[in-house]
């Protein structure tokens, strides 16, 4: 399955359709008094849209991304055009002083962090455009926020939604390569504290409202951090020789799209086939890398058709399906 122009004038026409609707909307805003009670709009004048402030932010890597890939579409001028008055100095600013907000210290922790640490990364490859310098102050406070947060994190969290600690770090970590030396190193180090001496993976996956694989997320961050003749090994021991990633790690069921946690499913099916691709290329036997790439294809066949036609799975589906799809073209090069 491939990222074809045709498919990113699709996942950019979707995008550009809900990163500027307001409503409905689920801003996760801790209120401290009347005069908190303010609309998305005046709380996060850059990212109000797409149901919340991270997929909104993820939806932006995502125009962004593909207005560097495909100038040719004809959705890049409408990005460039947006992209223009979302990005302005006045708004991010406002993004930026909510972060000192009492309230907001756990706000978006840690999957909007890493999501805008990608927004910046992605940003700043546009060099015709000042959005990169212009989202640089926010970029660093997050990464702030993980060099204080991780000496408290004493345990890895080990869930499939927003508060899995891996997929966010995984992020942080190519952020952090070539800008932030120290925040690399302690990625680094947590991660192998945290995951290192993981064996025999036996969790009881997917959850319900999962969108993440737990222990896929985890592999694709020491896929990273490790040395790939350190981490074949590890992973062998992880999920292969005890049979769970040929015997459990199958396309999950969605039963109803328009439950928005229950439509999360749809997003396991991307990020596993995200996860699974990354791993492969970093893996010695071919036996063992067909397996992962089998696997992936299936997980995308079964989600792709579903990134659209329910806005509780569309206004962020597609940024998954695209670090699916563009994970595939890397793995298959």
């Not at 801003?27 to 998305?40: I, L, N, Q, R």
């Not at 849209?49 to 939806?59: A, E, F, P, Q």
């Not at 947590?190 to 025999?200: I, K, L, P, Q, V």
Request: hydrophobic share 45%; charged share 20%.
């Amino acid at each position: 399955m491939k990222l074809t122009p045709e498919t990113a004038s699709k996942f950019a026409s979707i995008a550009i359709g809900h990163v500027g609707q307001e409503y409905p909307n689920a801003p996760g805003h801790v209120m401290a008094g009347d005069a908190d009670a303010k609309t998305p709009r005046a709380l996060h004048p850059a990212f109000f849209g797409s149901y919340d402030w991270h997929s909104c932010v993820h939806s932006w890597w995502l125009l962004l991304s593909l207005r560097r890939l495909y100038p040719a579409i004809s959705e890049v001028s409408e990005i460039t055009g947006l992209a223009e008055t979302t990005f302005t100095q006045e708004k991010l600013a406002v993004e930026l002083a909510y972060l000192d907000r009492p309230t907001a210290r756990g706000w978006e922790r840690p999957y909007g962090w890493g999501w805008l640490l990608h927004l910046h990364h992605e940003a700043e490859r546009h060099d015709d455009q000042q959005w990169g310098a212009r989202l640089e102050p926010l970029a660093r406070a997050f990464a702030k926020r993980f060099t204080q947060f991780l000496p408290l994190l004493t345990y890895p969290i080990t869930v499939g939604t927003h508060f899995n600690t891996a997929f966010a770090l995984t992020l942080a970590r190519q952020w952090a390569k070539g800008r932030d030396a120290a925040l690399l190193e302690q990625i680094d180090n947590w991660s192998m504290h945290a995951f290192a001496n993981r064996e025999d993976y036996a969790g009881w996956e997917p959850g319900g409202d999962e969108f993440l694989s737990p222990v896929l997320t985890a592999a694709v961050l020491m896929s990273d951090v490790m040395e790939p003749d350190q981490f074949g090994p590890w992973f062998e021991r992880l999920v292969i020789t005890n049979g769970w990633l040929e015997r459990e790690c199958k396309p999950v069921t969605v039963s109803d799209r328009s439950d928005g946690k229950i439509a999360h499913l749809d997003g396991l099916n991307l990020s596993r086939a995200w996860c699974l691709l990354r791993i492969s290329r970093v893996l010695g036997p071919a036996k063992l890398r067909d397996l992962l790439k089998a696997r992936a294809s299936d997980h995308l066949s079964a989600a792709i058709p579903h990134v659209a036609g329910d806005y509780m799975g569309e206004h962020w589906l597609a940024s998954f399906a695209l670090l699916a799809l563009l994970e595939s073209a890397s793995a298959n090069r």
